[in-house]
């Protein structure tokens, strides 16, 4: 079985993660390259995900700041700047946390979702089948009849403005981004902290991503989304990848399989100190 040293994983990813200093994101241009790079990033480093992420593209890996002051936190007015426009694709998607995927890439995630063709229909399609919450069918609802609304005038629409909605109100925010129905796409000075995101429709606000999906068959989809997986991290087990896509175990064997006899990948790999088999880049061996 053939062996990848610990030491070559970790130059690889601190090439792809930009933690070393002359490689160091300190632009805003820089980032929106950083991000049409890799396809995906997180916006924060997330717990027990192993994946890029701009934080620490630009701050190095430590923790994310407290203080609002930190230089790190000069991500937050590219991130608030560029929303809505085509440097970049924001929104709650991975793990439903905080995602920055490049235009390029976000049709690929877009074939994967439950949208087909109809945003005035497809939801009721989900809704009825009991996979899209109440809460989630008031808060798109409410997006899809009054055009784009920022967080506090879109918790009233949906009658979800009570404290006791927080959780419920949230829940459905996340659950529309993650399949792709709702997007941020502004920042508006609303509420007690004068910043609310402005929502709108995906297919509104880019109809260029449902056209691009259209042609693009789920196989193909996963296949792509792996193969940037893959070129970021360098190496990782069949678990890892299932907890980041939330797909499930025998698609994700499958799409192994078919990259490693594409010669993409190599199977059944040893990391110097770490238990189990990995999936490698062919590169890499």
């Known amino acids: 079985m053939p062996t ?14 930009r933690t070393l ?7 805003r241009d820089q980032a ?32 994310v700041a407290d203080k609002h002051d930190d230089p790190g936190h000069v991500t937050w007015g590219w991130k608030d700047a560029l929303l809505g426009g085509h440097e970049w694709y924001y929104a709650k998607v991975l793990r439903k946390k905080a995602t ?8 690929y995630f877009y074939a994967l979702s439950e949208n087909y063709g109809a945003p005035e229909e497809d939801y009721l399609t989900i809704y009825e089948q009991g996979r899209l919450t109440q809460e989630a069918k008031a808060v798109y609802e409410a997006v899809l009849d009054k055009g784009p609304l920022d967080t506090i005038a879109l918790r009233n629409e949906s009658r979800l403005s009570s404290r006791e909605s927080d959780a419920r109100f949230n829940k459905a925010l996340a659950d529309l981004q993650s399949d792709f129905k709702l997007v941020p796409v502004a920042v508006a000075q609303a509420g007690a902290w004068r910043y609310a995101f402005v929502y709108d429709i995906v297919a509104r606000h880019y109809p260029e991503i449902p056209e691009k999906a259209r042609w693009i068959n789920e196989g193909i989809a996963r296949l792509e989304l792996m193969k940037h997986y893959l070129r970021s991290v360098g190496a990782a087990q069949i678990r890892d990848a299932t907890k980041l896509f939330r797909w499930n175990t025998p698609q994700i064997e499958q799409i192994a399989s078919d990259l490693a006899q594409a010669g993409f990948l190599q199977r059944g790999v040893e990391l110097e100190d770490a238990p189990g088999e990995w999936l490698v880049l062919a590169e890499l061996l």
């Open 4 to 17: 990848l040293q610990a030491k070559q994983l970790q130059d690889y990813r601190a090439h792809t993660f």
């Open 21 to 27: 200093p002359r490689q160091r994101v300190i632009q």
């Open 100 to 107: 920055m995927i490049s235009m390029q890439v976000v049709p």
């Open 32 to 63: 929106v390259e950083f991000v049409e790079q890799r396809g995906f990033i997180y916006f924060w480093p997330i717990k027990d995900i192993t994946l890029p992420s701009l934080w620490v593209a630009v701050a190095g890996e430590r923790q």
